[in-house]
């Protein structure tokens, strides 16, 4: 099976996503203030997988995504580059806004929109195997996630 994405995950508890995430960001050149990246990982790591994404161990140990519809599976989560291009949208809110609830909202909504292409691309791969029935995908706002996540103070 050829596996997709970056390198293998071997995150089997919150802190090594953390470290997962924050290895991931500083490749993709997102800097801010490390409370901002923890917030967003913890959101990210509380979020269910898309359906019908789910993860699995290899033999090794290593963490990987399986898409049952496709037939594929790749070590990069499903939803990480929406969780950086969401990170990266945070600090540029967080640098211009006063308000952390501008914030929590705009990232709320940003965040949606991702899930919303996602499960309009999985749509479109259950729609092209007729012998699969498809599900209207159930998308619940992170907004309240979000609020649970962010510490009483973010140093602006």
């Known amino acids: 099976m050829a596996l997709h994405g970056s390198a293998p995950l071997r995150q089997t508890s919150l802190g090594e996503f953390l470290r997962s995430f924050r290895g991931r960001a500083v490749e993709r ?29 290899s033999s090794n140990g290593s963490i990987y995504f399986w898409n049952e519809v496709a037939g594929t599976a790749m070590w990069q989560h499903p939803l990480m580059e929406v969780f950086l291009s969401a990170l990266e949208s ?46 209207q995908p159930r998308l619940d706002s992170p907004l309240p996630l979000l609020l649970r996540c962010i510490p009483a103070r973010i140093p602006i």
């Open 90 to 135: 945070m600090v540029e809110l967080v640098r211009e806004s006063t308000s952390i609830t501008d914030v929590v909202v705009a990232l709320a909504a940003h965040l949606k929109l991702g899930l919303c292409v996602l499960n309009c691309e999985i749509g479109q791969e259950r729609l092209q195997k007729p012998s699969s029935a498809w599900e």
């Open 29 to 57: 050149g997102i800097k801010g203030p490390c409370e901002i990246i923890n917030v967003l990982a913890r959101a990210a790591w509380d979020l269910p997988l898309p359906l019908p994404w789910r993860e699995e161990t």
